[in-house]
Every structure is written in C-alpha cells, then in structure tokens.
C-alpha cells in the first residue's frame, strides 16, 4: 500500500431496515497512519457503517476498500487487515486472558511462539499482569475491555475500529487505552473510533467524521471545524451539536 492509499475508502454506501436508510449514500475517505473520530448522534449510522467496513453486514450497494482493497470482491483478505472491538466485546469467559489471546493468535495462524511473545508484550503493556492467569469471567468490566482490546491487536491489523472504546474504563484504564492507541498509530496504523466523549474526540483525534441520518454532514481536524460558520473559540461539543441540528433542521 502506497502512502497515497486510503486506509479505508467508502463510496456510496447504503443499507436499509424495514425499508428505511441507516446507511444513505455515505462517502469518506481515512488516511492511513491516522485517528478518525467518526461521531454522530444515537442512531446516525455509525455502528453499522462500521459493521459493514468489517464484513458483518453486507451493504445494499456502495463500494468500501481496505488499504486499496475490495473489501467484497477480496472478502478475506481485506478482514486480514482489520481490527474491531465492538462497544460491548464478547469474549470467553472459561479462557484466563493469556489462553484468550492464544486462542485469537491461533485463529490468525499466528506461529506459537511469536503469539506467546506478542501475548506477553500485550499483558504487560495493557497492565494485565496480575489477572494474566485468571478466568475471563471474574474480571471487571474495566479489564475485559482491555482483553478484548489486546485480543484485536495480537495480529497487528493495519486497520483498527473501536465502537466506544473507553466504555467502562476509569480515569487510569482510560489513560493507558490512549496510550496504546496514539502509540500504535505513531507506529502507523490507521485507528477509527466512535465516541460520544466529544472531549476524548477533540484531544485525540487527527481528523473528524461527524455523521446523521446515514450522511456524512462534515469532516475536517478540530481546527478546521472551527474555522467555518462563526465556530472559532468553541469547543468540538458546541460545533457538533450546531451541526446536527443545522443537518436536522434542512432534512
């Protein structure tokens, strides 16, 4: 993949439900080697745009490509790349964190040894030592997002999408999830979160998506949404609460 290559391109995606649009038409490009912020009210159609990026939707029509590729003509390939940890990840209850993430580097293919050894840079630096050898089932919510995390990124996917990722986590946990995240993409990887914490958005993210009704109604750095329509001085919670309901307001 060339540096000019998207990280995730998506053209004219549509998906309906009982005959009404989640997904309308919806056109965006993310560079690879950033963080995307894509924000939206509850129901705008971001969760399920991001199903369909990962395969576990299929779109009405549209295209989506994954670091160039066609992610339906190249199912498999494309899922090769990707990450997703949903704002609720599932993850077995039975299995201690460590046989978690050998389980996952199994599904990879990923040689034994070197999932052991990415399996133990993870434990230690998600600060999961001391849970390490305990059951799934036992741990805080807190802690199962931080597996569930580590499970995701065992196979170093290029592309990384995380539905709320801080859910659940206090003050430390959250901190150290950033971390993680702002490490990974100084290392190159393309990361695209959702977040209704617009404070998280407007601190961490390179640029932002603000999507409603299925469309995507803005995209720019914090810097440049400020700069349009008398938004200059306000905080990224103003301007997207402006913004939905100007979108509202001439739907």
């Known amino acids: 993949m060339s540096d000019a290559t998207p990280a995730l391109e998506i053209t004219n995606l549509t998906k309906a439900f009982d005959g009404t649009h989640a997904v309308d038409g919806l056109s965006l490009k993310v560079r690879a080697g950033e963080l995307y912020a894509l924000l939206g009210p509850n129901g705008a159609g971001k969760t399920t745009s991001l199903r369909m990026v990962t395969g576990l939707l299929q779109p009405d029509s549209g295209e989506i490509k ?6 339906q ?3 498999v ?3 090769r790349l990707i990450a997703w940890v ?3 990840p599932l993850i077995y209850d039975k299995l201690t964190p460590m046989e978690y993430l050998e389980f996952v ?3 990879w293919g990923i040689d034994a040894d070197f999932a052991r050894y990415e399996a133990d840079k993870l434990i230690d630096t998600l600060e999961l030592g001391e849970k390490a050898h305990e059951r799934c089932q036992g741990l805080s919510k807190g802690m199962r997002q931080k597996v569930a995390l580590a499970g995701a990124l065992i196979h170093n996917p290029k592309l990384i999408i995380l539905d ?3 859910t659940g986590l206090d003050a430390g946990a959250a901190k150290l999830v950033k971390e993680v995240l702002r490490a990974r993409v100084a290392g190159g990887v393309t990361i695209i979160m959702t977040t209704h914490i617009l404070e998280v958005a407007e601190r961490m993210a390179d640029r932002i998506g603000v999507i ?5 109604i803005a995209q720019g750095t914090f810097d440049e949404l400020r700069a349009g329509d008398n938004n200059q001085g306000k905080s990224l919670e103003d301007i997207f609460l402006e913004l939905v309901e100007k ?3 001439t739907a």
């Open 66 to 71: 994954v670091c160039g590729i066609d992610a």
């Open 73 to 75: 003509l190249d199912a």
């Open 77 to 79: 390939k494309a899922k």
């Open 86 to 88: 949903p704002d609720e």
């Open 105 to 107: 580097a199994g599904l």
């Open 164 to 166: 709320e990722p801080l």
């Open 212 to 216: 409603d009704h299925g469309r995507l």
């Open 247 to 249: 979108e509202r307001a």
